[in-house]
């Protein structure tokens, strides 16, 4: 684990050299190129979770447990450094954070379906055929769901890369200065690297934790596989707002959570059942990752209204009131989780 934080460190650092030598915004460099490498270790546990442990619980507890503490980890970045004021000088990543809020009503879809028709709320006079055909529909193996997360990611791949570049405040010469960029690259992707082959371990680690304790596979995957693999975001988050690059460090959160999402369509081509299937009807999966996705619903929207407002403020209480809601939310799964 200290090899994962060390390696994240040195990432977010190389990202900012990043954004300083080119015309890219940082909402497009934390967005994507950010988001992609520190989402690695959520991608490659995923896919070993599944495919080595067979596990597919343990992925998706991961994959929405990492979500949502994701956004703890800006809200704590965001009480940490209260002075800073972050929110107010984050303007770019705006629509990706809603786009990442219409995969949640997408992947909700199922499971309000599921409720209502199973409980005959709605009263209409159908055998399901029509919920079935939708929900076990598939195009080239992706379900329906794998391929409008898809197609989600790369509308909101295309609105980072829309941002105007904005200059950092902070201008000092950093950490990698000195080299040129072709040292740059493959010092970012040598540490990229590490970053994989850490999370491999991790993966393990966490499936023996889960037998070990007991615990369900979602569960074990939400707590310790996803805080674990959300040490990247964690670290470089830090390492960028404290170097005054506010877009790269959100962008890194909110498209780490979009590219999150997209690891659910690589689950769907590692498994023979119908993705939505394990996610909605397997019992010991779907009661947790409904309650991770409507709490990691809610603090998106927090996230959004929060950024929308104005951008001065009297009381510095007043301004961390949406930072202390995400963190309550995140409280308020664990205790209902071991209660």
Do not use: H
């Not at 994507?32 to 490498?37: F, G, K, N, R, S």
């Amino acid at each position: 684990m200290t090899l994962v934080v060390y390696a994240s460190m040195t990432v977010g650092t190389l990202v900012d050299e990043f954004d300083n030598r080119t015309n890219l915004s940082g909402a497009f460099v934390g967005g994507l190129l950010l988001a992609a490498v520190t989402s690695l270790p959520e991608f490659i546990t995923s896919i070993t979770s599944t495919v080595v442990y067979n596990e597919p619980g343990l992925a998706f507890g991961n994959i929405f447990g990492s979500n949502i503490f994701n956004l703890v980890i800006l809200a704590v970045m965001d009480i940490i450094f209260v002075r800073k004021i972050v929110y107010t000088k984050i303007t770019e990543i705006d629509k990706a954070n809603k786009l990442s809020i219409l995969i949640y009503f997408i992947i909700l879809i199922p499971f309000i379906t599921n409720i209502l028709l199973g409980n005959g709320i709605l009263n209409i006079d159908i055998d399901n055929k029509f919920f079935n055909i939708v929900q076990n529909a598939e195009i080239l193996g992706f379900s329906l769901l794998s391929i409008a997360i898809l197609v989600i990611y790369f509308i909101s791949a295309k609105t980072l890369s829309e941002g105007d570049d904005v200059e950092s405040e902070d201008n000092t010469e950093g950490k990698f200065s000195k080299y040129s960029m072709k040292v740059v690259t493959l010092l970012f992707i040598f540490w990229a690297g590490v970053l994989v082959a850490a999370s491999y371990f991790i993966t393990g680690t966490t499936n023996e934790i889960a037998s070990l304790t007991g615990l369900s596979a979602s569960f074990a995957g939400a707590l310790f596989l996803g805080v674990a693999t959300s040490l990247p975001e964690l670290t470089t988050c830090y390492t960028l707002i404290k170097l005054n690059n506010y877009e790269a460090a959100a962008g890194g959160i909110v498209g780490s959570n979009i590219f999150n999402f997209t690891i659910i369509a690589v689950v769907d081509l590692f498994v023979k059942d119908n993705i939505i299937d394990l996610i909605v009807n397997d019992p010991t999966v779907s009661q947790n990752e409904l309650t991770l996705l409507i709490l990691g619903l809610i603090n998106s929207i927090i996230l959004m209204l929060a950024l929308m407002r104005k951008k001065k403020f009297g009381r510095k209480i007043v301004y961390l009131v949406p930072s202390v809601l995400i963190i309550t939310n995140y409280l308020f799964y664990l205790v209902i989780s071991f209660v």
